[in-house]
C-alpha cells in the first residue's frame, strides 16, 4: 500500500487527501438527506436573517483566511528568496558568518565584512573549474538603492543578456536595475555610504551615465546600480586593479576593465561570486576556498535550507496557532447558531406539529448550519489569499524580493478539514434544538 501510495502522482495524493477530509461530510449528507428536499426551507431561513448569517459567514471567512494567508505568505517567501539566490552558485569571501554574507552578497543588505586580497582572487580567477569569477564592491548608494560595482560578465550572467542598452564599458558608464527610475542616458551621481550614513558630495561631482537598464530579475538587483568596480575603487581612492599609465582617472575612457587583474593592485572585494563550469565542480570548489584564517565557500541555497529549517518550526506554530484560533472561532460560532436557531424553535415546532418527522428537521437545521459554515469556509481561501498579497507587497516593497502569492494543496487541505469538522459537530445543535422542540411552541 505504502508502495502505491508513493508511485501516485503528487496532485493525486492530493486531490485523494481532499476527499478523504470531505469523505465525513458526504457521508452525513447522503445518511440525512437521503429522500428529502430541505433546501428551499434551508434558503428560507438564510434569507430571513440574512445580516446575522453575513456577520457569521464573516466570521468565519476572516478566521480561515488569516491562518491561509500567513501559511501562503510563508511558502512564497520561501520561494522568493530561492529564486533571488539562484543566479549565485557559489559566494567566497573572507571568514565569518555564511548568513551576513549571504545576506550582502545576494540580498544587498549593508554589512561591514573583511576583504579578499588579489592574490585570492586571481587564484579563484585562474581556477579551471571557474566560469566566472566577478568581484563586487559596496559602499556607495544612490536615492538609498545600492551602487555594486562588479564586472561586465556578472551583469550579463544576472540578467541573462537581457539588458536594454548595453553593459557598461568605461569607467563612468553604469546599468541600472528595472526599478531605477533613471534612463539611459541619464546621469547617477553616487553618494558614499547608505542608509543614515550618507555623504552627498564625497566623490565630488563624478556621475556615472545609464547605458544599460535590467529586465527585472525579482530580486533586490532590480533597486541596484551595476558600475565597473574599478570605478568604485577609484572614487575611493584606491588602486584600480590595473596597471596602466594614468592611474585614478575615472575619466579616462581607455583605462582597463574587468579581468585579468593585476593582485599587487587589487584593493579587495567582499565577495567573489563563482559560477563552474559544472554542477558536480560545485563542491570541490567548495572545499578548495573554504580554509581556516583565509576564505570560506559555500552554497547560497544551502544556507537557505537552515534558514527554511528554522522558518519550518516557525510555520508548525503558526499552523498550530491558525488552528486554535479556528477552533475557536468555529466553537463560537457553532454557539452562536445555537442561539440563531432558537429563533426558529416556533418554526421547527409548526413544522413538527404539520408531521415534519425528526430526520427531516434534523436535516434542515443541520443544511442550515453547514451551509455557513461551507460558504464562510470556501470565502476564506479568497480572504487567505488577498491578506498574502497584502503581506507579499510590503516584503517585496522592504526586500526588493518578489514573493508570488498562490494557494497550494496545505491551503486548500486547511479550509476542508476546517469545513468538516465543523459540519460533523453542527450536528450537535440541529439535535439539541430537536430534542428541545414540541408542539406546545407553537403557541409561543
Known sequence: MTDFWASLPAVAQDLLILLAMLLPVVIIAVILLRGLAPWPLALGMIRRFGWINAVF?????????????????????RQGTADAASKFDIVVSAPGSEITMLLAAVYLRPADVPLIDGVTFAEIEADPRVRLAAPIAFGDSFEGDPVVGTVAGF?????????????????????????????????????????????MDAHGDFHYEVVGRMAPTGTP???????????????????????????????????????????????????????????????????TYTRDAQTMAFLPGAVLSQLYAILGDIRQAMSLMSLVAQVLVAASVLTGLVMLMRLFERHMALLRALGAPTRFLIALVWSYGAALLALGGVLGLAVGWAVAAVLSGIVA??????????LGWSEVHLVAGFIAATTCVALIPAWALIRGTNVAKVRM
Request: proline share 8%; net charge negative.
Open 397 to 406: 516593497a522592504r526586500t526588493g524580493v518578489a514573493i508570488p502569492v498562490g
Open 57 to 77: 459567514v464573516a466570521l468565519i471567512a476572516i478566521s480561515v483566511g488569516m491562518g491561509i494567508g500567513l501559511i501562503a505568505q510563508e511558502r512564497g517567501l
Open 221 to 287: 538587483w532590480d533597486r541596484a546600480v551595476l558600475v565597473p568596480v574599478e570605478s568604485v575603487w577609484s572614487v575611493h581612492g584606491l588602486a584600480p586593479g590595473h596597471a596602466f599609465e594614468e592611474e585614478g582617472h575615472a575619466e579616462d575612457h581607455d583605462d582597463p576593465l574587468g579581468p585579468p587583474f593585476d593582485p599587487d593592485l587589487f584593493p579587495g572585494t567582499p565577495a567573489v561570486i563563482v559560477v563552474p563550469e559544472t554542477l558536480a565542480q560545485s563542491y570541490g570548489l567548495i572545499s
Open 155 to 199: 551583469v550579463s550572467h544576472l540578467s541573462d543578456d537581457a539588458v536594454e542598452g548595453r553593459i557598461f564599458e568605461h569607467e563612468d558608464e553604469a546599468v541600472v536595475g528595472a526599478l531605477i527610475d533613471v534612463p539611459l542616458g541619464g546621469e547617477i551621481e553616487p553618494a558614499h555610504g547608505q542608509g543614515s550614513f550618507v555623504e
